[in-house]
C-alpha cells in the first residue's frame, strides 16, 4: 500500500474493551490495490443506524476490532469494476451502495434472494483484517467489495437526504413491494406500529402507493410530531392498546407495518387487519413474545411476512423515490447537523436521545 496517502478511521473494539473505539489515521490504499470488482470511495456523509449503536452497546455481535456504520454516501475514487469492458463507475460519481455484498453463486442468490446470501459481509460488522481495514462509512474512505451494488445519485438528492436510503428506506422499499391495494375497496388503510425513520418512510410510501389514510402509532409524542410531514396520522399510544375499539366486522386496516419491536403490539394487528390483511415485520425481532392467536389469523385470511434487508432493485427504487418526492417531504429534518469523524462520541450521544 502506497505511503503518503492518510486518511481517518474510527476503530471499534468491542463493548467490553475501554475505551471501546478510537480515531485514529489510516493508509488509504491506491488503484493498485484493489481487487477486481472494487471501488474505494471517499465519504461525503455516514448516518448511525441503530444497529451501529447496538453495536457499540454489545447487542448485535461485530468482528472487533472493525470499522463500523454501514450507511452513507460517497464519490468514487478509484474503480476496478467493470461491465462488458466498459466501467461501472467513474471518478467524481456521487453514489450509494447497499448494506452488503452478494456471490451471486449461491442457492439464495440464485434465487432471486441476494438479501439471504450465504455468504455475505455487511459493513460495519467486518473485521480490520478483512480486506484493506476500510470496511466500513465512520471513516474518510471505504472499499467497496465487488458483489456490492451501488447506484448513482441524483444532482437534487443532497448528501443528507441520500446517506440513509440504503438501510431504513431500501428496506421499507421492499417491504411495501409485497404490498397490493384492493380495487373494490373505496379506501385502503394502512397502519404502521413505530415512528422511526422506517416509519416515517413509510407514510410517504404507502401514500405514494395509493393509500388514502396512514395511521402511525407510537408511545412517543415527540417521534410523533414528524409524522405528519411525511403525509401520516399520528397516533399515540399512551400505555397499551385497546384491542376492544378495532374488533368491529370490517376491521381498520389492510396492511400493518410493525417497525417498533415490541411483542405486546401483536395482539391489537391481529384484531385491527380486515380479511385478507397483510402483517409485516420489518427488521425487527420478537424474541419476548408469547403467542399469535392462530384462529384470527386463519378466520380473517391473514398474511404475515418477516423482512430483513432488501434485493439490489430496491435500493435503486428507493434512490428513485427520493429523487422524485424530495421536494414533497422534509427529509433533511430526520437528520442532525453533521458532526466530524473526530467528534464521533458526540454523534453517538446524540444518536441515543
Known sequence: MAAGATGVRVVFFGSHKQPSYVVETCTIPTKDFLKDGEILIKILLSTI??????????????????????????????????????????????????????????????????????????????????????????????????????????????????????????????????????????????????????????????LEAGFVKVYCHDVSRERLRLVPKFGGIPVLVEKEYDVSSCQDEEGIADVIIDVCGYWDVIPYASHALRHRGIYLFVGTSHSESKRISMDIIVKKCITIRGIQGYKDIHLQRAVEFLSATVGKYPYESLLSSPFTLHDFHSAVNLART
Request: net charge positive; hydrophobic share 35%; glycine share 10%.
Open 49 to 206: 443506524c441503530s444497529s451501529d449503536i447496538e453495536s457499540i452497546d454489545g447487542k448485535h455481535e461485530v468482528k472487533a476490532p472493525c470499522v463500523l456504520g454501514h450507511e452513507g454516501v460517497g464519490e468514487v475514487v478509484f474503480s476496478k469494476r467493470f461491465s462488458n469492458g466498459a466501467p461501472d463507475v467513474y471518478a467524481g460519481d456521487r453514489i450509494v451502495f447497499t448494506i452488503s455484498d452478494s456471490c451471486e453463486k449461491c442457492f439464495m442468490c440464485k434465487s432471486d434472494m441476494q438479501e439471504c446470501c450465504s455468504s455475505n459481509s455487511k459493513y460495519g460488522s467486518i473485521g480490520l483484517k478483512d480486506g484493506m481495514g476500510l470496511n466500513g462509512c465512520f471513516a474518510t474512505h471505504m472499499v467497496l467489495k465487488k458483489g456490492t451494488q451501488v447506484v448513482r445519485v441524483p444532482s437534487n438528492i443532497s448528501n443528507i437526504v441520500a446517506s440513509p436510503a440504503n438501510c431504513a428506506l431500501s428496506t421499507m422499499v421492499h417491504a411495501i413491494s409485497f404490498v397490493t391495494i384492493n380495487s373494490k375497496r373505496k379506501q385502503s388503510i394502512a397502519v404502521i406500529q413505530g415512528a422511526n425513520l422506517m416509519g416515517l418512510y413509510g407514510c410517504a410510501l404507502l
